[in-house]
T-cell receptor, first 112, second 113 residues
């Protein structure tokens, strides 16, 4: 597609469940980013991939968060044993080298 | 550490009036600076960017921003606001490696008729 695609758009899970969020970047974009956006806040950096290599994961809040991009295109953000504080919008962005990031519409995650 | 401050949580302007949204950043070197706009339920759309060169940059939808190194500011302006400009605006700074982006908390713009 023409833009960054994220699925699902909305996800409701019970506390303690595992969730997986998917990101399809713009074709050919080498760089891929995940952000967490809490209600009323700006996005906060989680992790960054260049092709399949995860070059920075310093923003992941705990070891319950895991991201992968095995073939250098589609990426999955997985959250294990979800907690209420994980409720947020998760944004994915992609870019080609040296260019600004293009954002998807996000996945709104609600943990009950 | 890098940081971005947007002092105004929300601003209300009349349609047709001018607009200025403030942004101050903290960064050790010359940063890459951005303004994004976000409508409810949507992702972020890039309005404009500053990498180097002319400190007054033009963006989409009639927006412009001026980089002032001495004030560590990158304020967003528009001479005449339209009702469709009502949204959340985010200022952001990226390190010169070009990947770790820090966003401000955002300014919500309300436009009254």
């Amino acid at each position: 597609g023409a833009g960054v695609s994220q699925s699902p758009r909305y996800k409701v899970a019970k506390r303690g469940q595992d969730v997986a969020l998917r990101c399809d970047p713009i074709s050919g974009h080498v760089s891929l980013f995940w952000y967490q956006q809490a209600l009323g806040q700006g996005p906060e950096f989680l992790t960054y991939f260049q092709n399949e290599a995860q070059l920075d994961k310093s923003g992941l809040p705990s070891d319950r968060f895991f991201a992968e991009r095995p073939e250098g295109s589609v990426s999955t953000l997985k959250i294990q044993r979800t907690q209420q504080e994980d409720s947020a919008v998760y944004l994915c962005a992609s870019s080609s080298s040296g260019q600004p990031q293009h954002f998807g519409d996000g996945t709104r995650l609600s943990i009950l | 550490a890098q940081s971005v401050t947007q002092p105004d949580i929300h601003i209300t302007v009349s349609e047709g009036a001018s607009l200025e949204l403030r942004c101050n950043y903290s960064y050790g070197a010359t940063p890459y600076l951005f303004w994004y706009v976000q409508s409810p339920g949507q992702g972020l759309q890039l309005l404009l960017k500053y990498f180097s060169g002319d400190t007054l940059v033009q963006g989409i939808k009639g927006f412009e921003a001026e980089f002032k190194r001495s004030q560590s500011s990158f304020n967003l302006r528009k001479p005449s606001v339209h009702w469709s400009d009502a949204a959340e605006y985010f200022c952001a700074v990226t390190n010169t490696g070009g990947f770790k982006t820090i966003f401000g908390a955002g300014t919500r713009l309300f436009v009254k008729a």
